[in-house]
T-cell receptor, first 114, second 115 residues
Framework: DTAVSQTPKYLVTQMGNDKSIKCEQNLGHDTMYWYKQDSKKFLKIMFSYNNKELIINETVPNRFSPKSPDKAHLNLHINSLELGDSAVYFC?????????????FGPGTRLTVT | AQKITQTQPGMFVQEKEAVTLDCTYDTSDPSYGLFWYKQPSSGEMIFLIYQGSYDQQNATEGRYSLNFQKARKSANLVISASQLGDSAMYFCAMGKYSSYGKLTFGQGTILTVHP
């Protein structure tokens, strides 16, 4: 069973389009995250939800809007895509309620904006 | 603000030898944890090992051990008996107990294992 899954794995789209990435975890974790990995492989947190509540919102453009319908799902919607949005987006989850624990990552979504 | 530094962009090691990947960190918070992740060329992020700031002993997980030197603010990863499958990018990351698990990552080190 896949612990953290993301769809789609690859996304190729044109500038100006709107796209969504979906994430699901079956680990029963209380916290989910979105990270962006740029072309230099640098990983940076974008958002975090704890029990469906937004708790971390780094300086990310308003075009990015996360949504957590329930504890097991965290989606990322991106409006008006720009060339600079091309990156790999990782979803992750962890159990924060019991302390600082490792995060389990999804396989990543490679977004290419042309 | 917390900061993680990995000063080795690339490292080479012979198969079956041990290798140390460096990681230094900076934080004023006394309660934190350090993580190492492996990212093979296939792209997934694999958790390797964790060290809490209050842990008295260095963490070990199979062939991975973490050389934690709190006073020097370093958390180096030691891989013993390297295997070809260890070739990958390795990331050091830090989280604080107070920050809902938010991780700050270093720049990564590419490890290449030679046969």
């Amino acid at each position: 069973d896949t612990a953290v899954s993301q769809t789609p794995k690859y996304l190729v789209t044109q500038m100006g389009n709107d796209k969504s990435i979906k994430c699901e975890q079956n680990l029963g974790h209380d916290t989910m995250y979105w990270y962006k990995q740029d072309s230099k492989k640098f990983l940076k947190i974008m958002f975090s939800y704890n029990n469906k509540e937004l708790i971390i919102n780094e300086t990310v453009p308003n075009r990015f809007s996360p949504k957590s319908p329930d504890k097991a799902h965290l989606n990322l919607h991106i409006n008006s895509l720009e060339l600079g949005d091309s990156a790999v987006y990782f979803c992750a989850s962890s159990q924060v309620g019991t302390g600082l624990n490792e995060q389990y990552f999804g396989p990543g979504t490679r977004l290419t904006v042309t | 603000a917390q900061k993680i530094t990995q000063t080795q962009p690339g490292m080479f090691v012979q198969e079956k030898e041990a290798v140390t990947l460096d990681c230094t960190y900076d934080t004023s918070d006394p309660s934190y944890g350090l993580f190492w992740y492996k990212q093979p060329s296939s792209g997934e992020m694999i958790f390797l090992i964790y060290q809490g700031s209050y842990d008295q002993q260095n963490a070990t997980e199979g062939r991975y051990s973490l050389n934690f030197q709190k006073a020097r603010k370093s958390a180096n990863l030691v891989i013993s008996a390297s295997q070809l499958g260890d070739s990958a990018m390795y990331f050091c990351a830090m989280g604080k107990y107070s920050s809902y698990g938010k991780l700050t990552f270093g720049q990564g080190t590419i490890l290449t294992v030679h046969p």
